[in-house]
């Protein structure tokens, strides 16, 4: 039964288990004898507890002889045996954390990166431009005097202020609530899940 549950997940990139491959993101450690050293880079942290769930994921796998995540970096530090334990299984383990870990050197990766970075990119764009056209349909209710705006066109512009807000809310926010979610199911809090309850409750009293 130990050696099933020892086994990675069927997602796990086994093929980073060839040694050959190793050179692309580890080198041997100078600081433990017969370990290696990998250079990670952790998808999904937002904050220190998150930095730290996956240092406990690591550190929790046989073999493993020392993680160091930096939540402000998003990269990880693993020293570990390769008598006791190989790549893939404590890849497996961030993944089953709900976060992703990816070699910092891998070429493909890097590309996966980039296009993260176009969609937070997306992300802020959409947010920006909503947040100025709400401001626009909000601002004449403000500067409007007795009289000078009717009913009717202030709950127009009440419904086109809220009909604004769902994409930044969907889009540009999305990955706040898929992190709340995510915490939800590891059963742990982070910065993700209050806020994100923050938004929803004040998207729903607005």
């Known amino acids: 039964m130990s050696a099933i549950l020892a086994l990675p997940l069927p997602s796990a990139p086994v093929w980073l288990d060839d040694p050959v491959d190793w050179a692309a993101f580890t080198q041997p450690s100078a600081q433990w004898p017969a370990c290696q050293e990998s250079q990670l880079r952790i998808e999904g942290m937002h904050c220190a507890a998150c930095a730290l769930s996956v240092e ?18 998003q990269r990880a530090r693993v020293v570990w045996s390769a008598a006791h ?52 349909y909000a601002l004449p209710a403000y500067v409007a005097g007795p009289g000078e705006m009717t009913e009717d066109m202030a709950q127009l512009m009440r419904w086109a202020s809220w009909v604004l807000t769902l994409p930044v809310l969907v889009f540009s926010c999305g990955p706040f609530f898929a992190n709340a979610w995510r915490d939800v199911r590891q059963r742990r809090v982070s910065m993700d899940l209050p806020a994100a309850l923050g938004m929803a409750v004040t998207f729903a009293v607005s």
């Open 56 to 73: 406990q994921a690591l550190r929790a796998v046989p073999g493993v002889r020392l993680a160091e995540v930096g939540a402000a970096s």
């Open 85 to 136: 334990t190989q790549p893939s299984q404590w890849l497996a383990a961030v993944e089953r954390a709900g976060y992703h870990a990816i070699p910092a050197l891998d070429a493909p990766e890097r590309a996966r990166r980039q296009a993260e970075q176009r969609r937070a990119l997306w992300r802020w764009l959409v947010a920006g431009f909503c947040m100025l056209q709400v401001m626009m």
